[in-house]
């Protein structure tokens, strides 16, 4: 069964808006109960840019594991898989809320459980655990000493239903569903042996963190697997890595005025068959791109112009500046919604099927924007 099928399976209530799937609307049915639920994104190569929106008593319980949910996104592969995820999601956290609402412990035999299986696992590795112990925080350390947190919900039922968990981590994390003797202490050596599979890519991702100025994601989580970094003044390449072949080449996408990143364009082309897996990510991106990233030792993030020359900030609803005025000379960045207003509001502006035209605030020079 494809994904979407098993969507269907899963929510007919809920139904594509369009071909693309960039909208859903409809109903999501949670045990006896049925939510309304919209899902709209705006592009359609990133869950990203997804907006999700619910009746309030969903909302009421999905609210204080977002990023949890927002975890989820970063890792499905498309719209209908993250949905069928969404659902598994969302019974559950039901399930822990009505638990949780009733304030109701859980049974005896559970904490005596429970307790065998931290006793195993080791007291040092508990970092939190609440009232009613159905939440329990457990961190590992890997080879380089970096330390990684589990959160597992405990459920009412436990052990014959397995609990949730919440990782940071760039793939999935599978729990089976078992009647297991000691599902926590299970979850706890997997999650041990997961951290294990991932340290080559940490060791690229820290590299990058530390030696280049990377614009985005401001706080980088564990878990995510692109970086912007920062080429110089209003150019940045957003590099998106593989996970299962860390070394081999990630994919690119330049950011910045044509006149800036032609270049860099160029190289990374002709010069793609140089890459040698054995060498460290950095070195090979920049003999590909035959150039130097601006480094945290010589460079300050002043030094580079990042903001949108109109709102002079760089980070507006989430949005980055993406449109970027293309005279060699002039270079600026805008925000795309930004500069659909500015143009807008000029007496020369025209328009000819989806494209505005009008002049930079800048320089005076043509510019273009896309009208979505
Ligand atoms: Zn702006
Ligand atoms: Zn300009």
New binding site residues.
């Given amino acids: 069964m494809s994904r979407k099928e098993e969507l269907y399976a899963v929510c007919p209530l809920l139904v594509p808006q369009d071909r693309n799937e960039m909208t859903y609307d409809g109903f999501i049915n949670i045990y006896d109960k049925t939510y309304r639920l919209c899902i709209a994104r705006k592009n359609t190569d990133s869950l990203k840019s997804i907006s999700l929106s619910c009746s309030w008593r969903l909302w009421n319980i999905l609210h204080p594991y977002k990023d949890a949910i927002k975890h989820k996104l970063n890792q499905c592969e498309n719209l209908a898989s993250f949905l069928v995820d969404f659902k598994n999601l969302t019974e559950k956290l039901v399930k822990c809320n009505q638990d949780e609402h009733m304030k109701k412990s859980l049974p005896l035999h559970v904490y005596s459980l429970l307790m065998s299986e931290l006793e195993a696992i080791g007291w040092d590795k508990l970092m939190f655990v609440n009232e009613l112990f159905n939440v329990i925080k457990l961190k590992a350390r890997d080879i380089k000493n970096r330390e990684h947190v589990i959160t597992i919900h405990i459920l009412q039922e436990y052990p014959n239903t397995s609990p949730v968990c919440s990782v940071d981590l760039p793939q999935p994390f599978h729990i089976k569903d078992t009647s297991n003797e000691s599902p926590v202490k299970d979850i706890y050596t997997t999650f041990c042996k997961v951290i294990d599979k991932y340290q080559e890519f940490w060791n690229v991702m820290d590299e990058i963190d530390e030696k280049c100025w990377v614009l985005e994601p401001e706080n980088p989580k564990r878990a995510d697997t692109f970086r912007r970094i920062a080429l110089g003044s209003n150019a940045s390449l957003l590099v998106k890595m593989n996970v299962c072949h860390v070394k081999g080449i990630p994919e690119c996408h330049f950011l910045g005025p044509d006149s800036l990143i032609a270049n860099f364009r160029q190289n990374l082309y002709k010069n793609l068959q140089d890459w040698n897996d054995e060498k460290d990510i950095l070195e090979n991106m920049e003999n590909v791109l035959l150039t130097k990233f601006p480094s945290r030792q010589t460079m300050k993030k002043e030094d580079f112009n990042m903001e949108?020359g109109?709102?002079?900030?760089y980070r507006?609803n989430d949005v980055i500046?993406e449109s970027a005025c293309n005279d060699s000379r002039c270079g600026q960045l805008?925000?795309t919604?930004?500069l659909y207003e500015w143009l807008r509001g000029l007496s020369s502006c025209r328009q000819s099927f989806n494209i505005i035209f009008g002049e930079c605030p800048y320089c005076n020079k043509p510019i273009t924007v896309k009208v979505k």
Wanted: aromatic share 18%; hydrophobic share 25%.
């Fill in positions: 949108c109109i709102c002079y900030s507006l500046p805008f925000h919604s930004c």
